[in-house]
């Protein structure tokens, strides 16, 4: 339960440092030469950093370099910008160190689907762990922000709902999900430490589900498995009991959220997500009304520790970022369906 003395506010004030950031590069001063804004992003050949490198490309004066393990992202998904002579990408797996100049980091790196990040915990654990710290490193060699992106697997199995900042969650630190939600938590830490310790700007997003084209068409996720199965013919598979609730951002809104975030004077925790909330079954159904009303829906066995509840609470979002998001669910799921019918050659019949 969230305890009286974790108010959001209580929570904040502890937070702020009282050291000064460390310096940013010298070139930020130099008065003749206005060098462009260097950002890396970590993970940004996987779905939600690919987008977020669209749209931070969209502006002429940013140069973005990806450092991705290709673990579930893939060149493809940036295939646009290859060879553009503002973008760079790097084969790099960020529990190695890296070295290289820059004024912001969006760190993201680490599997999201919990097949994928439940394939090789341990390794998923180091990501977190070992991957976070080498960015805040980074971040305090070249003075620069970093923006961690969190996750509502933070809260775990909610007794508070909906979900604000201030309550600590209720999670398992020994199940399977462990690897990913405790991982988190421990990024979170880190990013918390090195903020009061060396005074680094610290920006922490807790993203809530999120869906939209150029998922993973096996990215085993609930809204990708059933618009794949949709187009497929297959049944769509809801696990047990169904009545398990999901809250779903389109991932338009999540780049503007968290491109806000950064930008803020907000270090976080900050919910990032759509408050629409979802049973599986009822999400079944919508899918199936708005893309194959012939297909079946089978109730199949689910995992051990999965959330019965989820949904954020965005007042600090609405508040501090001036964000809430736009696109409705029966908007998005259309919008992603054109994706996965191109990819998987499944044209609509008209
Ligand atoms: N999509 C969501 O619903 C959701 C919800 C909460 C949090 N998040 C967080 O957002 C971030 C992006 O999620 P996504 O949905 O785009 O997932 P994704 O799996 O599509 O992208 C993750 C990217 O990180 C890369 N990666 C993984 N391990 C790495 C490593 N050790 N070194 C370098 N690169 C590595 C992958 O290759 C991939 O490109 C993740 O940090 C995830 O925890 C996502
Ligand atoms: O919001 C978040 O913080 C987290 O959301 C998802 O985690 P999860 O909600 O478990 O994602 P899904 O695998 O999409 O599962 C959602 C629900 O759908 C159900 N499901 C999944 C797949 C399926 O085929 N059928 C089905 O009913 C699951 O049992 C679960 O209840 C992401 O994958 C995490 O990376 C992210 O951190």
């Known amino acids: 339960m969230a305890a009286s003395s974790s108010n959001g506010e209580h929570q904040t004030a502890a937070a702020t440092t009282t050291k000064p950031p460390p310096l940013p590069s010298p070139l930020r001063f130099s008065k003749f030469f206005q060098s462009n804004m260097r950002i890396l992003v970590t993970g940004g050949a996987g779905f939600i950093g690919s987008h977020l490198v669209d749209k931070l490309m969209e502006n002429e004066k940013n140069e973005v370099i990806v450092a991705d393990n290709f673990f579930t992202g893939s060149k493809d998904n940036l295939r646009k910008w290859i060879g553009h002579p503002r973008f760079e990408l790097i084969r790099h797996d960020v529990t190695e160190q890296l070295l290289i100049e820059v004024d912001q980091i969006y760190h993201l790196a680490c599997p999201a689907s919990p097949i994928f990040y439940k394939y090789n915990p341990v390794k998923t654990i180091k990501t977190n762990v070992i991957g976070t710290l080498n960015m805040l490193g980074l971040a305090k060699r070249v003075g620069a922000r970093i923006l961690l992106t969190s996750t509502s697997e933070v809260y775990g199995d909610p007794l508070v709902h909906p979900q604000p900042e201030s309550y600590w969650g209720n999670v398992n630190p020994i199940g399977v999900r462990s690897c990913y939600d405790e991982g ?111 297909v079946e829906i089978k109730m199949v066995e689910n995992t051990p520790d999965d959330p019965r509840q989820r949904k954020p609470d965005i007042t600090k979002a609405k508040e501090l970022l001036g964000w809430e998001p736009k696109v409705k669910l029966r908007d998005g799921l259309p919008l992603m369906e054109e994706d996965f019918r191109l990819r998987l050659g499944v044209p609509k019949k008209n």
């Open 184 to 294: 988190k938590r421990v990024a979170e830490t880190l990013m918390f430490d090195y903020h009061r310790q060396h005074g680094i700007e610290i920006r922490i997003a807790r993203i809530f589900n999120t869906y939209g084209p150029r998922m993973n068409i096996d990215d085993g996720r609930v809204v990708s498995n059933f618009i794949a199965q949709a187009l497929r013919g297959e049944p769509l598979t809801v696990q047990v009991p169904g009545t398990q609730t999901r809250s779903f951002c389109f991932v338009s809104d999540m780049v503007d959220g968290l491109i806000r975030l950064m930008e803020g004077e907000h270090t976080g925790p900050i919910n990032i997500g759509n408050p629409g909330e979802f049973t599986m079954l009822e999400l079944a159904e919508t899918v199936k009304e708005l893309i194959n009303p012939a």
